[in-house]
């Protein structure tokens, strides 16, 4: 489902405000996410490094974090996510975030800035095809 120039506005302001949470001493690559939900609220992250590098965990899934802390798992349902960083630079979500992000809103929106410093769209399908589901079938080999 498609947002309003004014949703994506608010969005865009509130991942900014996230930006400066960051806890970055490592990569000095700060980033913001802000979420909005079906449910019409939008909860943000930032990205919190760690001394033991692969403890990081990305903005996005912060953000994640955030809405299903506040409206439960079962329900919180993603419309659209917004990356910021700064510097401003392009940054795509990564590969673990594309597949967070899929299991509450495989139709969402993602905007961020792009390789070329355009700022594009994608829903997480498009970022993320045959994203790994867990089936029936996993659990009960034949
Ligand atoms: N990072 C994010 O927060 N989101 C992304 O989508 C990509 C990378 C963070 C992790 C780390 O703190 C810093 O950016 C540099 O990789």
């Known amino acids: 489902m498609k947002i309003s120039n004014q ?17 970055a001493p490592y990569s000095k690559f ?24 692969g ?9 994640v974090a955030s809405a299903i802390a506040n409206e439960g798992g079962e329900i919180m349902k993603i419309r659209a996510v917004v990356i910021v960083t700064e510097p401003e630079k392009p940054c795509a979500p990564c590969g673990a975030c594309r597949q967070v992000l ?4 495989l139709e969402a929106i993602v905007f961020f800035q792009g390789q070329d410093q355009e700022i594009k ?3 997480v399908a498009e970022l993320l095809p045959e994203a790994f589901e867990l089936t029936i079938r996993h659990l009960h080999k034949p």
């Open 121 to 123: 769209q994608l829903t």
């Open 102 to 105: 899929s299991e509450f809103g």
């Open 7 to 23: 949703e994506l506005n608010l969005l865009k302001d509130k991942a900014q405000q996230a930006l400066t949470k960051a806890y």
């Open 30 to 53: 700060r980033v913001g996410a802000a979420i909005l939900t079906d449910e019409g609220n939008i909860f943000t992250g930032c990205n919190i490094e760690n001394s033991s590098y």
């Open 55 to 63: 403890l990081t965990i990305c903005a996005e899934r912060a953000a």
